[in-house]
């Protein structure tokens, strides 16, 4: 079974500073998807960015950003120009491919990093 | 566009009790899965439906189940509550298999006493 893994319960940042969220997952899959989520304090998870592994892009959403390390099965988010309302839990989240799971979107998700924004 | 809604947003159980959970996705979405959030175990995936087909079931006990509706809307029931379903239960939809995005609603808080 996949497991995600972030190491970093807490994390805080100043404002209009940068911020690493790390995550690591273990697969013996070569296809998937990768995401993170953030939720606020109104519980909505929300999509930040999503990675297709056999992409070696890294995906980029404005001011956020990830560093995709396959083979070091490393999955680390990166917000620049951080916000006070960037403040959340955020949540790495592993998908394999519809083919492996016979067609479901089951994510198996982190314990969650929560990210403070001091002002 | 309305999100996923679900009803109801609080509630409050006794142990012994049981709970029916509401979740509409949004119009045209024909994938519903649900969640369960505690603060010990985290997010765990707790079942996925397809056209009123069950696609997938996490490690849950069966006092847990659901079923979705012709119209996509999905319900799940917990049955003889228990201390620890306390939970957030968030449930996403997305358009089809394989579209890669999940969207969330804002869950159910569930009390049980």
């Known amino acids: 079974a996949q497991t995600v893994t972030q190491s970093q319960p807490e994390m805080s940042v100043q404002e209009a500073e940068t911020v690493t969220l790390s995550c690591t997952y273990d697969?013996?899959?070569?296809?998937?998807?990768l995401f993170w989520y953030k939720q606020p304090p109104s519980r909505q998870m929300i999509l930040v960015i999503r990675?297709?592994?056999?992409?070696?892009q890294n995906a980029t959403e404005n001011r956020f950003s990830v560093n995709f390390q396959k083979a070091a099965k490393s999955f680390s988010l990166k917000i620049s120009d951080s916000q006070l309302g960037d403040a959340a839990m955020y949540f790495c989240?592993?998908?394999?491919?519809?083919?492996?799971?016979?067609?479901?979107?089951?994510?198996?998700f982190g314990k969650g990093t929560k990210l403070t924004v001091n002002p | 566009k309305a999100g996923v809604t679900q009803t109801p947003r609080y509630l409050i159980k006794t142990r012994g009790q049981q709970v029916t959970l509401s979740c509409s996705p949004i119009?045209?979405?024909?994938?519903v899965s649900w969640y369960q959030q505690t603060p010990g175990q985290g997010l765990q995936f707790l079942f996925e439906?397809?056209?009123?087909?069950?696609?997938n079931k996490g490690n849950f006990p069966g006092r847990f189940s659901g079923r979705q509706f012709s119209n996509s809307r999905s319900e799940m029931n917990v049955s003889t509550l228990e201390l620890g379903d306390s939970a957030l239960y968030l449930c996403?939809?997305?358009?089809?298999?394989?579209?890669?995005?999940?969207?969330f609603g804002a869950g159910s808080r569930l009390t049980v006493l």
């Open positions: 119009s045209g979405h024909r994938s």
């Open positions: 439906y397809f056209s009123e087909t069950q696609r």
């Open positions: 697969t013996s899959e070569s296809d998937y998807y």
């Open positions: 990675q297709e592994a056999y992409k070696q």
């Open positions: 989240a592993y998908r394999s491919s519809l083919i492996t799971q016979g067609g479901s979107e089951k994510l198996v």
């Open positions: 996403a939809s997305s358009l089809v298999l394989g579209a890669n995005v999940l969207t």
